[in-house]
């Protein structure tokens, strides 16, 4: 199985912040990835797939790039409203694998 | 909208089994892998395998395989999960998730089944 290292494991930053997270693989996979939100209680949301094409809705702040096997998810100008835990997946080979997960939250 | 619509909260004793089901709306049911995910606290997101309802095709992780089968009703538009041989490492939350484009990723999700093994 691709593993997935995702990094920080936790975060804390300011509104106005911009904020990197970053996901490395154990293997290639091209720029199969994709990103989620999942905010507490709920289920995840897709933010960005093919590691940097913003989904319809979300909002401009996020982007998201990548290729092989370093990936990074930007977020400017930090919002109260991105308080979540973001993972990202990937989705080159089964079992497609998840990151274990950044949690956000805000200073 | 596409929505997903999952059963209920359920509390299972060891060694049990567990069905969920995921009711879709919104979109043509046939023509969209369906993906089930659980989270738990000891694993964080693991994919347990999907489903095409066109012919009942499915996928399971090695994981799971032997242990897990997906099933769907077209005619209700409903895919369900049943896994056996419970224990208490399958405590956790169990989602289905739509695939948009047949590539393994999840565009819209469904709202979680939590699922309880306890003795």
């Known amino acids: 199985d691709i593993q997935m290292t995702q990094s920080p494991s936790s975060l804390s930053a300011s509104v106005g912040d911009r904020v990197t997270i970053t996901c490395q693989g154990s293997?290639?996979?091209?720029?199969?990835l994709s990103w989620y939100q999942q905010k507490h209680g709920r289920a995840p949301k897709v933010l960005i797939s093919?590691?940097?094409v913003l989904e319809t809705g979300v909002p401009s702040r996020f982007s998201g790039s990548g290729y092989v096997t370093n990936f990074t998810l930007v977020i400017s100008d930090l919002q109260p409203d991105d308080i979540a835990t973001y993972f990202c997946?990937?989705?080159?080979?089964?079992?497609?694998?998840f990151g274990q997960g950044t949690r956000l939250d805000i200073k | 909208q596409v929505q997903l619509v999952q059963s209920g909260a359920e509390v299972k004793k060891p060694g049990a089994s567990v069905k969920v089901s995921c009711e879709a709306s919104?979109?043509?049911?046939?023509?969209?892998?369906i993906h089930w995910i659980r989270q738990t606290p000891g694993q964080g997101l693991q994919w347990m395998g999907c489903?095409?309802?066109?012919?009942?095709?499915?996928e399971y992780a090695p994981n799971f395989q032997g242990r897990v089968t997906m099933t769907g009703d077209s005619s209700v538009s409903t895919v369900y999960m049943e896994l056996t041989g419970l224990t208490s490492d399958d405590t956790g939350v169990y989602y289905c998730?739509?695939?948009?484009?047949?590539?393994?990723?999840?565009?819209?999700w469904g709202q979680g089944t939590l699922v309880t093994v306890s003795s």
């Open positions: 998730a739509r695939d948009p484009r047949g590539l393994n990723w999840f565009d819209s």
């Open positions: 919104g979109y043509r049911f046939a023509a969209y892998y």
């Open positions: 489903i095409y309802p066109y012919n009942a095709a499915t």
């Open positions: 293997q290639d996979t091209g720029n199969y």
């Open positions: 093919a590691a940097s």
């Open positions: 997946l990937q989705y080159a080979l089964l079992p497609v694998t």
